[in-house]
């Protein structure tokens, strides 16, 4: 895949640069940055899974024990 790149000029103007193509260096600067991003969205989405389970842990301890004391509670009453 080549990328081309060129700019318009007017009354005599020189270019500030004219490539075709990116230059192996380019390439590979351009894939590591591409690859942080990836891990750090991976991060990300694993952070926020991490703690959506350590929200609904919680709220199922909290379901636990408030199903115990109904049971108490429907036990002293009969």
Known sequence: ???????CLSDGQMPFFHRKG????????????ANRIQESLM?????????LMKR???FAGKLQELTAESRKMGISLV
């Open 56 to 58: 609904l842990t919680g």
């Open 43 to 51: 991060k990300l989405k694993n952070n926020r899974y991490l703690e």
């Open 22 to 33: 990116f230059a192996m260096e380019d390439k590979k600067n351009l894939i590591q940055v």
């Open 1 to 7: 895949m080549t990328t081309k790149a060129s700019v």
